[in-house]
């Protein structure tokens, strides 16, 4: 099981997945803010996103 992480503190602004949902590699499954900037987050590898936390 894979898991993405952020390279920086944030906070969740967007999740733009859904559990059960296939990713692919470099596709952005969550947006951060952070010092009012947008950041996407990609998936780092091929998958079914199994479960959606956000901490």
Known sequence: MATV???????VWKIVVAEGEKVTAGQDVAILESMKMEIPIAAEEDGVVTKIIAN
């Open 5 to 11: 992480k952020a390279s920086m503190a944030g906070t």
